[in-house]
Every structure is written in structure tokens, then in C-alpha cells.
Nanobody, 130 residues
Framework: QVQLVESGGGLVQAGGSLRLSCTAS????????LGWFRQAPGKERESVAT?????????????VRGRFTVSRDNISRDNAKNTVYLQMNSLKPEDTAVYYC??????????????????WGKGTLVTVSS
């Protein structure tokens, strides 16, 4: 089992930056792709960024590519805890959403999809004012 806890959301003006963090813990967490989804009011949840379990490949939705960066650290010697970050720059009001950390056990080198996620965090709200 994998536990995901997000932090770092908040209110920021358009053009500003935020960094989200997610601590992913569990004995097998190093075997999971990690990433971020978001859900705006009245909209479907969408994949924002994914990083593979080896950290070698990243995937972004078109609307954030070039502005957001996903990264991953193995922060424990026994590989039972990883942290995944989402650095968000040049934020726009349309980036306003609840951002969810996610873990997916599949080994495919592609972005996570909503229906393939094995574990979800509780979400953190990002609000971008114009």
C-alpha cells in the first residue's frame, strides 16, 4: 500500500510560482510512477504531469508544458519513501484547481490516466488570481 500526502497549495497572483510536494510512503513506492492530476470546479480530473519510477521520463499535458516541472527524490535509504514535486511557474487563472498526487503501478512509459491510478492523495487547492 502507498500513502500520499500533499502540501504546498495556496493563493498566488497570475504570473507567480508555487511548488507542490507529495510525500509518498510505502514499502513498494519505488515501483510506482508518481504524478499530479488536477480538477477544477465543474470539470473532469485531468493528468498534469507524470514521472516514471526511475525518474528518467516525464510527461505533461499540453497546457502546462514549459511552465510546470515534475521531479522525484528517493528520500529514504530503504526506498520506502519518495517525494514528488511539481514546480509551477508563470501560473494562470485557468490553473486554479485542486491538485492531487497519484501513484500508478504500471510500467508503461506514458502519462498516467485517471482510471489507471492505484492511489490518490487528498488534494491541495491552488488558486491563481488575475
Amino acid at each position: 500500500q502507498v500513502q500520499l500526502v500533499e502540501s504546498g497549495g495556496g493563493l498566488v497572483q497570475a504570473g507567480g510560482s508555487l511548488r507542490l510536494s507529495c510525500t509518498a510512503s510505502g514499502r513498494t513506492v519505488s515501483l510506482y510512477k508518481l504524478g499530479w492530476f488536477r480538477q477544477a470546479p465543474g470539470k473532469e480530473r485531468e493528468s498534469v504531469a507524470t514521472i516514471t519510477r526511475d525518474g528518467e521520463s516525464t510527461f505533461y499535458t499540453d497546457s502546462v508544458r514549459g511552465r510546470f516541472t515534475v521531479s522525484r527524490d528517493n528520500i529514504s535509504r530503504d526506498n520506502a519513501k519518495n517525494t514528488v514535486y511539481l514546480q509551477m511557474n508563470s501560473l494562470k487563472p485557468e490553473d486554479t484547481a485542486v491538485y492531487y498526487c497519484a501513484a500508478d503501478r504500471s510500467i508503461t512509459a506514458q502519462a498516467m490516466g485517471v482510471y489507471g491510478v492505484d492511489y490518490w492523495g487528498k488534494g491541495t487547492l491552488v488558486t491563481v488570481s488575475s
